[in-house]
């Protein structure tokens, strides 16, 4: 068999969509992934990357277009992450991260898979400008300080904005606050030299209107910082909340352990199904908050609380699905590894009135064995752990504990189909109801519904 070489152009009709939203094809038997191919097309794929099993190409030219096929919804398109399937029909993405669950269950063959009843995917009325959160490198960039995204598989920084997925006001907010650092010439962090100053701005924005600024810092100095404040309070009315993040060094983590108040409130407060949630700068909240509210109210009628029921908040960030719940259990209980969040998770309940719920600092795997072990027995467990699943200790803990009832909201179905593969001893699932948290991108996120076995 001849040589597959870099750089090398063959036709390819395109199967289907992988997980991470890239063509499907088989070139010389060999699995080739293609980055902007869609299923049912033929293209002109280009190898981009050999390996002993599969090829990765990108998509050259379309001989035969999907009929789902759009114009790309940002010119940045291709250019950088984020936005993979914006080349793709919002509905045909719908039909897609439906097939990402089946795919995985596929894969991963949990017992009674083939009945679990899989419901089609719930869409976001606005599939564009819906994320409340940028953190965006910023880099030096023709003399001008720019913020923006990395090229794919690399860190050159493509400076943005606008963009197709985020709020207008968090990209107006970071283009001003690009100039002001510049106008002040405050040092721009270098990553080649490992030099200079502000390396991230993170914006987080309310439905309110209003927004948080954390600059990430590479030390503890901020030059200018007085004049950086001020100037900050008089052209941006909008920022409430001004912090700073230090994060030395070169990491692949944006955030550093310290955070520091600069001016203005420690936290921006957020709605969510009428319950008050206050965020600290690295509180994590989901990212888009009018499926977020559809989200909860998803988990609130499969998790179907009794009175009398104790809930178990696993993964718990600040409190919010937890505190959502709360009128409808006798007690929560909620662990999070994240001591700010936890915190912020007690603080929210006050802020609430909400008494019957406490939160703990911990890993979910080491907290809940350890409240088992002192005798605690919940009704009702709900999860929301991160892309990485649920730990193994935690899936014991949960076999021990075999709430009556429980839900898992998942970020990836590559983990849940995993982890269905475990919980499947114990419990049956009643059903998987995708949504559409992250409209143009290839990630899903579901809710699992499970009924305990007798």
């Known amino acids: 068999m001849e040589e597959i070489t870099i750089g090398q152009r ?56 999907s009929p789902d096929r759009i114009p790309p919804i940002d010119p940045l398109w291709g250019k950088v992450g984020g936005i993979e399937l914006g080349h793709l029909a919002y509905p045909a993405q719908l039909r897609f991260k439906s097939d990402v669950v089946s795919q995985a269950l596929a894969k991963f063959k949990p017992a009674g898979w083939q009945h679990y009843q899989l419901r089609p995917t719930i869409g976001a009325a606005q599939p564009r400008h819906y994320r409340n959160k940028a953190q965006f490198p910023v880099r030096v960039i023709d003399g001008h300080v720019r913020a923006g995204l990395y090229a794919p598989d690399s860190h050159d920084l493509v400076p943005l904005t606008t963009f197709a997925t985020q709020r207008p006001l968090t990209m107006t907010l970071m283009t001003q606050l690009c100039q ?26 309310t439905t309110q209107g209003l927004a948080q600024v954390t600059f990430v810092t590479n030390s503890k100095k901020l030059p200018h910082q007085n004049h950086l404040l001020a100037r900050i309070a008089s052209d941006l009315p909008a920022v409430v909340s001004v912090s700073q993040n ?28 009428g319950r008050q949630f206050r965020l600290s700068p690295q509180a994590f909240l989901q990212l888009n908050p009018e499926q977020t509210e559809k989200l909860y109210q998803l988990a609130l009628d499969a998790l179907d609380l009794q009175p009398q029921d104790t809930l178990v908040d696993a993964y718990a960030g600040v409190g919010t699905i937890g505190l959502t719940l709360a009128h409808r259990a006798k007690a929560v209980r909620g662990m999070e590894l994240i001591p700010e969040a936890v915190a912020d998770a007690n603080a929210n309940a006050a802020l609430n009135g909400i008494t019957n719920a406490r939160y703990d600092v911990g890993k979910a795997e080491d907290v809940f064995p ?8 919940p009704d009702a467990v709900i999860v929301d752990p991160p892309r990485a699943g649920l730990d193994p200790e935690f899936i014991a803990a949960l076999h021990q504990a075999r709430p009556q009832r429980f839900v898992y909201i998942s970020c990836n179905p590559s983990t849940l189909a995993r982890d269905l593969v475990a919980l499947s001893r114990d419990w049956q699932v009643d059903y998987i109801q995708s949504i559409d948290m992250f409209p143009q991108t290839a990630r899903c996120e579901a809710v699992v519904k499970f009924t305990r076995k007798h």
């Open 10 to 65: 063959f036709p390819l009709t395109i199967k289907r969509l992988d997980i991470n939203g890239s063509g499907i094809g088989y070139f010389k038997r060999k699995i080739t992934f293609v980055t902007g191919a869609l299923p049912g097309e033929v293209v002109v794929a280009e190898v981009t990357k050999i390996h002993d099993r599969y090829l990765e190409a990108r998509c050259h030219g379309v001989k035969k277009a």
């Open 180 to 205: 002001l650092l510049e106008d002040l010439a405050i040092p721009i962090y270098d990553e080649k030299a490992n030099s200079g100053i502000v390396k991230t701005l993170v914006i987080r924005e």
């Open 246 to 273: 230090i994060n030395p060094g070169r990491t692949s983590m944006v955030w550093g352990p310290e955070t520091k108040l600069l001016a203005g409130l420690p936290y921006v407060t957020e709605t969510i199904l």
């Open 370 to 377: 350890k409240w088992l072990h002192e005798g605690f027995s």
